[in-house]
């Protein structure tokens, strides 16, 4: 919507308004009130929100229009050729008073201990509209509070009904929890049923609310808005890079809150950006250098620590050291990392953790669509991955599309809700998957104007499509602006390889932009400052283990779809040093070295998101102790080791080392399946990263569930098994025993085991058979 000062000649599809005797274009159908914003005439507002529905409930945008009989609500008067509007007469005015004096009457006087209080739309609002003394003196009401969860606190007795909780719940969350109940004065804003709210995005109703009735519960009575600096950060646990502003207070970040950023995540956040920075505080927390001493831990001093790392590392040949590098780590550490492999004569060096086929050399790239594309395409195709888990602000971007016609097909291994009405979905088992996509590319691809990439034309040319296909397929053909989304499952998968080109090739005979969501906050950074293998990957080097290591941010029990043969190579390596900002039972078990750095929230860096813009966050929380950021630990560790090029004072001016070549190769031989049952391993939304699976507000959450087996009700019926109870899992590899739940959602013939937890890591990944038996 645009307002502009009226020209000779009106835009079209615009009309001439007048509001306080400033004239005026504004395009037909927009309302008063965002002609009036743009404008930069204030009008006041509590209902009214430009990214909700519009629901005209709490009336203090009263304005006088000329000609109209009462006053009108500017959110839902639209504007009208010749149309005066005065927002300053006494008319309006007086009506604008006479709401703010009804809004009162039942609002609690506890300003000075609402956590809302200095940021409050009802406290700003009052001061030019309310009266001194109130003309009610009457008993106010009380409305009890109700539990929805561990991220949002309610005081509903504040609450003045503007309803914009509600409209975003149900039109941009699509959970549908809270709503309305009674009548009159009896009217209360509520959940449903009484649970608690289960949404990926329910942070942002902190952020709605006008008034103090639903707060941050984690912050709550920490401190007071004025006593906050506010700080320019990047959200660091998804491949989007949300921009946010973290609160701090005396170097400790107590709150986050969004940043606008209409090409990225808009005005709105997801809760594990918003709350993750609560796990910086973890008991396990590393504060200063540690060396190994017989079987415990020393503290030592920095010179000291790196004194005994760079001895380590020199202590075997270059061929023999590893290095793996957290998919999270910034572009200035990945940069120094790769100059450090370089000096060292090191070709190991990976960040691809999750990565399970290397056979195609898959690396990052940026999406082909951006989020505004995505939203305003006609047909999305989403292959193997959940975008609500995976990166909530792209979920929210695909439902914005269906909500404004798209069409979405969902081709996975698990009928997940996606926040939509599919058009259609295809749910196969990990291994049935690679068949449904060579399926679809073989019907898309007999126009013959595509050509298959080398190695697929055969086993395209072998597939056939049943009925679902071909109407996928249909439907594909009449999109005009198709997005294809890839995740995690495909990226992950055993046979990614396959499932990669294979969606390259549905792309291209569409000629649709190809999304891949990468795991970690900076994939692609880290394949442009090179932080990849020259020789030997994440995969080689977990399982067939190096003399020595270097760790970069990594847990390595719960990191990757190579936990458990990482940790067996570790436990067998003569050196492993670690850089890493917590010192967990696993990684002390391992290490010989352990050196502190910042995490994502303590320091300056830039990072380049999924969409291949790269973007600065500021420090906001200051590292404890002995801590340092983590370029300044390598700088200093590079100049104990003698590498050349290591006597900087910023690495902004270090030269890129550039990726290696990653030349064609051939697609491997399709693996068959072995007696058992498929696995699906997904990352649980709250397990993504350390700091998150240490944040105790998101581990509370409902949609953090502990570790289970998931399986169809008749693959359960069919072997004898039932809810509850302990299912023994063997893969041939690594064995566990866990809890089963029935679950419809789980494709046939497949188990849903979702990773990054230690009663799961010993089993491989995606793709993978294994085989169960009863307790």
């Known amino acids: 919507m645009s307002a502009q000062p009226s020209t000779p000649s009106t835009p079209p599809d615009h009309v001439n308004i007048e509001i306080d005797g400033v004239a005026m274009t504004a395009p037909k159908g927009s309302m008063v009130i965002q002609a009036a914003d743009k404008a930069g005439i204030a009008i006041p507002r509590f209902c009214y929100h430009e990214k909700l529905p519009i629901a005209a409930n709490c009336r203090m945008c009263l304005v006088d229009v000329e000609k109209a009989p009462k006053p009108m609500p500017a959110c839902a008067t639209p504007v009208m050729e010749g149309m ?22 039942n609002h609690p006087l506890d300003c000075p201990i609402c956590d809302q209080g200095g940021e409050c739309e009802l406290q700003d609002v009052a001061m030019g509209y309310g009266r001194s003394v109130s003309r009610f003196v009457e008993r106010k009401r009380v409305v009890p509070d109700e539990d929805i969860g561990p991220l949002v606190a309610t005081d509903m007795t504040r609450c003045i009904h503007c309803t914009r909780c509600v409209r975003f719940s149900t039109e941009i969350a699509g959970t549908m929890e809270l709503g309305g109940m009674g009548r009159g004065e009896n009217l209360s804003i509520g959940t449903y049923i009484g649970k608690s709210i289960e949404s990926e995005l329910s942070g942002n109703l902190i952020d709605v609310c006008p008034v103090g009735a639903l707060t ?38 107590l709150r986050v809150v969004p940043r606008a950023n209409e090409s990225i995540n808009e005005s709105w956040l997801a809760d594990r950006d918003r709350y993750a920075h609560w796990g910086l505080k973890s008991e396990d927390r590393l504060s200063v250098p540690m060396i190994r001493n017989g079987e415990g831990w020393r503290e030592a001093s920095w010179s000291e620590a790196l ?79 959940n975008p609500r888990r995976e990166a909530p602000i792209l979920g929210h971007r695909v439902r914005k599309a269906w909500k404004q016609g798209a069409k979405v097909i969902h081709i996975d291994a698990l009928d997940e809700n996606l926040n939509v009405e599919l058009a259609h979905k295809l749910i196969r088992d990990p291994q049935g998957l690679v068949d449904a996509l060579l399926a679809l590319g073989h019907g898309l691809g007999e126009d013959g104007k ?62 649709a932009p190809l999304n891949q969501l990468w795991a970690g906050s900076n994939a692609l950074g880290l394949v442009g400052e090179g932080v990849l293998p020259a020789a030997r990957d994440a995969a080689d080097m977990a399982d067939k283990g190096c003399e020595a290591f270097l760790l970069y941010g990594i847990e390595p029990d719960l990191d ?25 039972e696993a990684i002390r078990s391992v290490a010989k070295v352990l050196l502190p750095i910042a995490a994502a929230e303590e320091m300056a860096a830039n990072y380049t998101n999924a969409l291949g813009k790269t973007q600065r966050t500021q420090a906001g929380a200051k590292a404890p102790g002995e801590a340092r950021e983590g370029w300044k630990v390598l700088r200093a560790l590079g100049e104990v080791l003698q590498v050349p090029g290591f006597d900087f004072l910023s690495p902004e001016g270090l030269e890129t080392v550039g990726a290696p070549a990653q030349g064609e190769r051939e697609l491997p031989k399709r693996a068959q399946q072995g007696e058992g049952l498929v696995r699906i391993a997904s990352t649980g939304i709250y397990r993504c990263d350390a700091s998150v699976r240490r944040a105790a507000p998101l581990q509370s959450h409902p949609l953090n569930r502990a570790a289970q087996v998931r399986m169809h009700p008749e693959d359960a019926l069919a072997r004898g098994l039932s809810a509850g109870g302990i299912v023994k899992l063997d893969d041939g590899r690594g064995k566990a025993s866990l809890p089963l739940a029935v679950d419809a959602a789980v494709a046939r013939g497949a188990i849903w085991i979702e990773n990054v937890d230690a009663a799961t890591a010993a089993l491989a990944g995606t793709g993978h058979t294994l085989t169960l038996a009863k307790a």
């Not at 005066?84 to 604008?96: E, G, H």
């Not at 370089?342 to 953790?353: P, S, Y």
């Not at 990757?560 to 967990?584: D, E, I, P, R, W």
């Open 450 to 511: 595509q050509s298959p990439p080398a190695g697929l034309a055969a086993a395209l040319g072998d597939a056939r499509a049943d009925e679902s296909t071909k109407a996928i397929a249909e439907t594909l053909r009449k999109a005009q602006r198709p997005v294809v989304l890839l995740g995690e499952l495909c990226l992950n998968h055993a046979q990614g390889s396959w499932l990669r080109q294979a969606a390259r090739h549905v792309a291209n005979c569409l000629g």
């Open 307 to 385: 004194a005994a790392a760079a001895e380590a590392l020199k202590k075997v040949p270059a061929a023999n050291l590893g290095m793996l590098v957290h998919p999270g780590t910034s572009n200035e550490e990945g940069r120094l990392l790769a100059a450090l492999a370089k000096g060292l004569g090191c070709a190991n060096l990976d960040h691809r953790l999750q990565l399970a086929d290397f056979s195609d050399g898959a690396v990052a790239k940026a999406f082909e669509a951006s989020l505004e594309d995505v939203e305003q395409s006609d047909c999305i195709l989403v292959i193997g991955g």
């Open 560 to 584: 990757g779809s190579h936990a458990a043969a990482l940790m067996k190579s570790l436990a067998s390596a003569q050196q492993v040093v670690a850089f890493t900002a917590f010192a967990g």
């Open 84 to 105: 005066k509007v005065y927002t300053q007469s006494k008319r309006a005015l007086d009506s604008q008073r006479n709401v703010m004096e009804f809004l009162l009457i």
């Open 216 to 253: 941050n519960k984690p912050f709550r009575f920490r401190a007071r808005a004025w006593e906050l600096t506010a700080r320019e950060g990047i959200g660091s646990h998804d491949a989007l890079g949300s921009n946010l502003f973290m609160h701090v207070r005396r170097g400790e970040v």
